[in-house]
């Protein structure tokens, strides 16, 4: 029965969710059940196609990703895969009819990973951010309204800025291994070679600026996404924080971390807020 391989296509996008990240796998796991593997589904989409552009240095990346980019468009197109991650991803595609544009523009961002390494100017700088983060919340904000076209369009500049928010931490956060290991500089106007506390309180206040607009969005998100979300939020912000107060030479030469410890202290304290109706 396909079921069965259904369920094996969402399994493995769980798995691929917690075996890449224990951060946004724990966050998800906040969610109601009814909407939790859907998001597992995205994730596993997205961090494939990411994979193969940062990751696959010893194979043709051009060549992997245009394969991929094939087996996306027969997914999507015959509703079944046998990519269990495409097949899962393409049942989330169709049950909550995500816009292709915005699978489109994912995909365009993702490509440029192939051949561009520097965004000299701001409008390329948002282009970029648009396709790989800004989409990326708006495909998780359809599955959360479930079809809601109202509150969708409600909430969809704060899905955009929450995802923007999350993207740029992780900029600056793996500024090394972007910079080092894939010479890659996604911050215009900012030389990361000299970086300095004036040009990365720049960068953190327009993230700042970011997080205020998203958390205007996650007060008014349904009830079953609004925690996860929250969690998300919380997270991010705080490995902000460190950040913040971490020297611009160390993030040059290290990856700034928020411990497990801490992760579940914000869980706990995420949950206290949630359940006092404080988000």
């Given at each position: 029965?396909?079921?069965?391989?259904?369920?094996?296509?969402?399994?493995?996008?769980?798995?691929?969710?917690?075996?890449?990240?224990?951060?946004?796998?724990?966050?998800?796991?906040?969610?109601?059940?009814?909407?939790?593997?859907?998001?597992?589904?995205?994730?596993?989409?997205?961090?494939?196609?990411?994979?193969?552009?940062?990751?696959?240095?010893?194979?043709?990346?051009?060549?992997?990703?245009?394969?991929?980019?094939?087996?996306?468009?027969?997914?999507?197109?015959?509703?079944?895969?046998?990519?269990?991650?495409?097949?899962?991803?393409?049942?989330?595609?169709?049950?909550?009819?995500?816009?292709?544009?915005?699978?489109?523009?994912?995909?365009?961002?993702?490509?440029?990973?192939?051949?561009?390494?520097?965004?000299?100017?701001?409008?390329?700088?948002?282009?970029?951010?648009?396709?790989?983060?800004?989409?990326?919340?708006?495909?998780?904000?359809?599955?959360?309204?479930?079809?809601?076209?109202?509150?969708?369009?409600?909430?969809?500049?704060?899905?955009?800025?929450?995802?923007?928010?999350?993207?740029?931490?992780?900029?600056?956060?793996?500024?090394?291994?972007?910079?080092?290991?894939?010479?890659?500089?996604?911050?215009?106007?900012?030389?990361?070679?000299?970086?300095?506390?004036?040009?990365?309180?720049?960068?953190?206040?327009?993230?700042?600026?970011?997080?205020?607009?998203?958390?205007?969005?996650?007060?008014?998100?349904?009830?079953?996404?609004?925690?996860?979300?929250?969690?998300?939020?919380?997270?991010?912000?705080?490995?902000?924080?460190?950040?913040?107060?971490?020297?611009?030479?160390?993030i040059k030469n290290a990856r700034i971390r928020v411990p497990n410890y801490q992760k579940f202290g914000l869980l706990?304290?995420?949950?206290?807020?949630?359940?006092?109706?404080?988000?």
């Open positions: 029965m396909k079921t069965i391989f259904d369920n094996v296509s969402y399994q493995c996008s769980k798995v691929v969710t917690e075996s890449y990240s224990t951060s946004f796998a724990l966050a998800t796991k906040m969610l109601g059940t009814s909407i939790r593997s859907d998001i597992y589904n995205i994730y596993g989409f997205v961090r494939f196609a990411d994979e193969i552009v940062d990751t696959f240095h010893d194979y043709d990346k051009e060549s992997l990703f245009a394969k991929f980019e094939q087996s996306l468009e027969d997914a999507l197109t015959d509703r079944i895969s046998l990519n269990p991650i495409l097949n899962a991803f393409q049942h989330t595609y169709h049950t909550y009819e995500i816009p292709r544009h915005l699978v489109d523009s994912f995909m365009k961002s993702m490509k440029m990973d192939l051949h561009k390494s520097v965004y000299r100017t701001e409008a390329e700088y948002k282009e970029y951010i648009y396709g790989s983060a800004d989409v990326v919340g708006l495909m998780c904000l359809k599955v959360f309204v479930k079809g809601d076209e109202a509150r969708y369009d409600e909430l969809k500049k704060s899905a955009m800025s929450l995802g923007s928010a999350f993207q740029k931490v992780n900029f600056l956060r793996d500024l090394k291994a972007d910079f080092e290991g894939l010479n890659r500089t996604y911050f215009p106007n900012t030389n990361l070679t000299e970086l300095d506390e004036r040009s990365k309180k720049q960068i953190v206040d327009e993230i700042r600026a970011d997080f205020a607009s998203g958390y205007e969005g996650i007060e008014q998100l349904p009830n079953e996404a609004k925690f996860g979300v929250y969690t998300a939020y919380k997270y991010y912000s705080k490995l902000l924080q460190k950040l913040q107060n971490t020297p611009p030479l160390e706990a304290k995420s949950y206290v807020n949630y359940k006092l109706n404080l988000v």
